[in-house]
């Protein structure tokens, strides 16, 4: 895998707070090594270190996605959704925001159906096919389309397992996190220090409760997928 510069600064790191951890009571030991200090009873996460796996990570994604592989962004949590579905929809990725459905990965299968079944919806919606149909009808398949939407819309055009997932936060999505060690999927995943980091392939220490940390490192891997895509369409 090729190094290469990805702009990552301590001083950004700082402003977006990403060296804020959890309250020194609610930590896991292991997360030791990626602890610079303690200030006022809360953990101060080592940024060099961050920015190390950051700009690892952003070359795992890069090299990817030059080669076309495809990448899925899990995170639900209410206050990060709306920038995890911005994040995924620059790079062309496929997302969960609102909820993990468990087995959407290892049953496969099931997902696909489910898939199937909105993508047809979706497509009588659009010629109308629902709104002539009885009313008792119409608002029933217009309720399973709006509740496929808010927990498929991510990952509606989603053909087969991803390549790859990023994960923003591991102790809420630590069913997903389970799903793609079983299925063998890489992952790279956002950990704060009350965290496991041995979970991941690439785990990436910082703040993870914090908008404008997500947004920094979720910005960073976008951009990395952004341009190994463009080498993708350039080479092909």
């Known amino acids: 895998m090729t190094k290469r510069y990805w702009n990552i600064t301590l001083e950004e790191m700082m402003e977006a707070g990403v060296h804020f951890g959890h309250g020194t ?26 920015a190390r796996f950051l700009s690892e990570a952003c070359d795992l994604v890069f090299d990817a996605a030059s ?44 997902t696909e159906t489910r898939l199937h079944k909105f993508r047809d919806l979706r497509t009588e919606q659009k010629t109308g096919r629902i709104n002539s149909l009885p009313k008792k009808d119409t608002a029933m398949l217009k309720r399973q389309l709006s509740h496929l939407e808010t927990y498929l819309g991510g990952i509606k055009y989603m053909t087969g397992l991803p390549d790859i997932v990023i994960i923003v936060d591991q102790q809420e999505e630590y069913t997903a996190l389970r799903e793609c060690i079983t299925l063998g ?16 392939d690439i785990s990436i220490p910082a703040n993870d409760d914090a908008i404008a940390s ?9 951009f990395a997928i952004c341009e190994g895509r463009s080498s993708y369409i350039r080479n092909s």
């Open 214 to 222: 997500i947004r920094l490192i979720l910005n960073k891997l976008v």
């Open 185 to 200: 999927i890489p992952t790279i995943c956002l950990i704060d220090t009350n965290c496991d980091p041995d979970f991941a």
């Open 25 to 50: 009571r609610k930590w896991n030991p292991r997360m030791a090594p990626y602890i610079s200090t303690k200030r006022k009873g809360i953990h101060i996460i080592n940024l060099t270190r961050t």
């Open 67 to 110: 080669k076309g592989k495809q990448f899925l962004i899990v995170g639900t949590k209410n206050k990060a959704a709306d920038s995890i579905a911005r994040a995924a929809t620059r790079a062309r990725c496929h997302y969960v925001n609102k909820k993990w459905l468990g087995g959407m990965l290892t049953n496969w299968y099931t």
